[in-house]
């Protein structure tokens, strides 16, 4: 018997990863120009943001099927324990898919905790459960503390343009071009498993100054618990995010990889993002 360990792709833990961390990642389907995709499956992180930019319409995202869940709960062995790991139920109806496929199976120990986070934040609580897992926990002891650690998770980001969050009806034209002239950056967090957005600054740098102001008042990163960075694309605002942070919320050591479809969709190829258990 062995304790598994399974995330939606939503999680941005490619398929390679997963495999190195002993994590089954289930897919998000990816809808561009009227074909679908299985997100990280058959479309990289490159070929979504040069299909995006080309793109007529903005894409579509959408949940796993249950069936989806169904097979991957199925491929673990029968005495196994399953923990699921979902992006959050107040961003998607993933959670529920997961929760239907593991009611078709009774006779399963399917565990499911609702990350109330996205993309960087999602990861790190997979990274977490790996860890304890790794430490000899049982699977119910991972998913309590799970589910009281993720209240600790800190996700702060900037967004460099406006033009995402106006085709996706977050903003209207008159907001996202005015936001353009006056070089506006949203700093968003997430709140009770939702985006929110904690100010807009003019230019990187207030915006930069804004959200290291934001971090230093909530605390420092934990070091013993996981802690990543992710962006959209733009290397150069990634380099630009960690000068501005330093080591002390931009470690040189955290996992750093790019933000996918299900939420670079939205905010487009300019976007960076901080994730961190924040010290007790």
Same mark, same amino acid.
């Given at each position: 018997?062995?304790?598994?360990?399974?995330?939606? &792709?939503?999680?941005?833990?490619?398929?390679?990863?997963?495999?190195?961390?002993?994590?089954?990642?289930?897919?998000?389907?990816?809808?561009?120009?009227?074909?679908? %995709?299985?997100?990280?499956?058959?479309?990289? =992180?490159?070929?979504?943001?040069?299909?995006?930019?080309?793109?007529?319409?903005?894409?579509?995202? +959408? *949940?796993?099927?249950?069936?989806? #869940?169904?097979?991957?709960?199925? &491929?673990?062995?029968?005495?196994?324990?399953?923990?699921?790991?979902?992006?959050?139920?107040?961003?998607?109806?993933?959670? *529920? +898919?997961? $929760?239907?496929?593991?009611?078709?199976?009774?006779?399963?120990?399917?565990?499911?905790?609702?990350? *109330?986070?996205?993309?960087?934040? *999602?990861?790190?609580?997979?990274?977490?459960?790996?860890?304890?897992?790794?430490?000899?926990?049982? $699977?119910?002891?991972?998913?309590?503390?799970?589910?009281?650690?993720?209240?600790?998770?800190?996700?702060?980001?900037?967004?460099?343009?406006?033009?995402?969050?106006?085709?996706?009806?977050?903003?209207?034209?008159?907001?996202?071009?005015?936001?353009?002239?006056?070089?506006?950056?949203?700093?968003?967090? =997430?709140?009770?498993?939702?985006?929110?957005?904690?100010?807009?600054?003019?230019?990187?740098?207030? +915006?930069?100054? #804004?959200? /290291?102001?934001?971090?230093?008042?909530?605390?420092?990163?934990?070091?013993? /618990?996981?802690?990543?960075?992710? #962006?959209?694309?733009?290397?150069?605002?990634?380099?630009?995010?960690?000068?501005?942070?330093?080591?002390?919320?931009?470690?040189?050591?955290?996992?750093?990889?790019?933000?996918?479809?299900?939420?670079?969709?939205?905010?487009?190829?300019?976007?960076?993002? =901080? $994730? %961190? #258990?924040?010290?007790?």
């Amino acid at each position: 018997m062995s304790i598994k360990i399974i995330t939606d &792709s939503a999680s941005d833990i490619l398929p390679s990863e997963g495999e190195r961390l002993g994590v089954t990642v289930v897919p998000m389907r990816v809808t561009i120009d009227g074909k679908e %995709y299985l997100d990280g499956v058959d479309l990289t =992180v490159h070929e979504f943001y040069s299909m995006l930019a080309s793109s007529k319409e903005l894409p579509k995202t +959408a *949940q796993p099927p249950t069936e989806d #869940f169904k097979a991957a709960f199925e &491929s673990c062995g029968d005495g196994d324990d399953i923990i699921v790991i979902t992006i959050s139920s107040a961003l998607s109806g993933t959670m *529920q +898919a997961a $929760a239907i496929a593991a009611a078709e199976l009774p006779d399963r120990r399917i565990y499911i905790v609702d990350s *109330q986070n996205a993309v960087v934040g *999602q990861r790190l609580l997979v990274m977490r459960a790996v860890q304890l897992r790794n430490s000899g926990m049982t $699977a119910p002891e991972i998913v309590e503390a799970l589910e009281r650690e993720r209240e600790e998770i800190v996700l702060l980001a900037v967004v460099d343009t406006l033009t995402y969050l106006h085709k996706g009806g977050r903003l209207s034209k008159a907001q996202a071009v005015a936001g353009g002239l006056f070089g506006i950056k949203p700093i968003v967090t =997430v709140k009770d498993g939702a985006l929110a957005v904690l100010g807009k600054e003019r230019g990187k740098g207030k +915006a930069f100054k #804004f959200l /290291r102001d934001t971090a230093v008042g909530l605390g420092p990163i934990d070091r013993s /618990r996981p802690y990543a960075l992710a #962006f959209t694309k733009d290397e150069d605002f990634l380099i630009e995010f960690r000068a501005a942070m330093g080591e002390e919320y931009a470690p040189s050591d955290a996992v750093c990889d790019s933000i996918g479809s299900a939420v670079g969709t939205h905010v487009g190829p300019g976007a960076v993002a =901080v $994730a %961190y #258990f924040v010290e007790k």
